[in-house]
């Protein structure tokens, strides 16, 4: 890892989305087929949120009545980066603030990657190895 290093050399490419009108059944289900932990949350194709399997757990325990929607659980205001961003920063901003994610944003706004706690991970056994 180099200190020029960019969040977009690490970042996972097109990640998986959802709308916020959905069900959390349908994130709830979509997270478990697709083995993720984090759904960036958009309205048409802007970035409101981000949803977790946390979010999804702490829902489950207010079962309250009628279906609750994504927009209802997710975290709203995520916290989001050009892929132009450093990693050093991007991961220092995670830690300091306990993010489990961030979302990855092209200029015109566009979702274009995630990077989790777990792409952290990686970056730091890839540089410990």
Do not use: W
Not at 10 to 37: C, F, N, W
């Amino acid at each position: 890892m180099k200190s020029k290093d960019r969040i977009s050399q690490y970042m996972t490419p097109s990640p998986h989305t959802i709308g916020r009108d959905l069900p959390i059944q349908v994130a709830k289900e979509m997270m478990r087929k697709h083995r993720i932990r984090h759904l960036p949350v958009q309205d048409g194709g802007h970035l409101v949120g981000v949803l977790s399997d946390r979010d999804l757990r702490i829902a489950e325990s207010f079962r309250g009545p009628g279906e609750l929607t994504v927009e209802e659980v997710m975290t709203s205001d995520p916290y989001a980066v050009d892929g132009e961003a450093n990693l050093g920063e991007v991961v220092t901003q995670m830690a300091e603030h306990r993010y489990g994610c961030a979302i990855i944003r092209s200029k015109d706004g566009h979702v274009v990657g995630i990077f989790t706690d777990t792409d952290a991970l990686r970056v730091l056994a890839k540089t410990l190895n």
